[in-house]
């Protein structure tokens, strides 16, 4: 079966520190690889999609980067966080071979910047 | 731009009663979900719904997607407490294309009182 893990799980960080938030799934291959913000109280925000390693599409411009340097890796950086940067950071996926686009969430990263 | 909205936002009920969740969206589209979020965790899938008239049931929640009308709705039958949480309905366009994404609504903070 499939799982997704992040870490961390939770995180307190300094206004213009550098950011790395790591995603990894398990027992697939070739996944699609997403990266949501969500902010408290709030919906869910697209950050990135990446359909193979190296392929990243960004949704919204911010300080914020994404890479996948592997097939089942997928990593959320910045080298200068905001205090907007703060929320829950979550990573999900789906099948890329499948004939509909059912995503599975990993546990989710609490940021907090200060 | 594919649009999905969820009414209401927010909802209190008491135990024991029914009530409907409805999802609208803007777009031709037979492939909708609905998650469900306990408070600061993850979304957890909880139906996918991909041709017109599909009903999906689980429990004492509901599922139904009428693709004509473009509109879903999650009926909750009989609440109990341990539904309470936030329900976000998402619709994708199908694969092809550049459309990888799912569009979520702002997700509906169900609230059972005893």
């Known amino acids: 079966s499939q799982t997704i893990h992040q870490w961390p799980a939770t995180l307190v960080q300094p206004v213009g520190s550098p950011l790395s938030l790591e995603c990894t799934v398990e027992?697939?291959?070739?996944?699609?690889l997403y990266w949501y913000r969500q902010a408290a109280g709030r919906g869910l925000q697209l950050l990135f999609y990446?359909?193979?390693?190296?392929?990243i599409s960004s949704e919204v411009p911010q300080n914020l980067s994404a890479s996948r340097p592997q097939d089942r890796q997928f990593i959320l950086s910045s080298k200068k966080l905001l205090l907007s940067d703060s929320g829950f950071y979550l990573c999900?996926?789906?099948?890329?071979?499948?004939?509909?686009?059912?995503?599975?969430f990993g546990p989710g990263t609490r940021l907090t910047v200060l | 731009e594919l649009k999905v909205e969820q009414n209401p936002l927010f909802l209190s009920m008491q135990e024991g009663k029914n009530y409907t969740i409805y999802c609208n969206y803007s777009?031709?589209?037979?492939?909708l979900y609905w998650y469900r979020q306990d408070p600061g965790k993850s979304l957890e899938s909880l139906f996918v719904?991909?041709?017109?008239?599909a009903v999906k049931q689980e429990g004492r929640l509901m599922a139904s997607l009428d693709t004509k009308a473009r509109l879903s709705t999650l009926h909750i039958t009989a609440a109990v407490h341990d539904l309470s949480a936030t329900y976000f309905c998402?619709?994708?366009?199908?694969?092809?294309?550049?459309?990888?994404?799912?569009?979520f609504g702002k997700g509906t903070l169900l609230t059972v009182n005893p």
């Open positions: 999900a996926w789906d099948d890329e071979g499948a004939s509909y686009n059912e995503q599975f």
């Open positions: 027992g697939t291959s070739n996944p699609n």
């Open positions: 990446s359909v193979g390693i190296g392929q």
């Open positions: 777009t031709t589209s037979d492939r």
């Open positions: 719904l991909l041709s017109n008239g």
């Open positions: 998402a619709v994708d366009i199908g694969p092809g294309g550049s459309n990888y994404k799912l569009t």
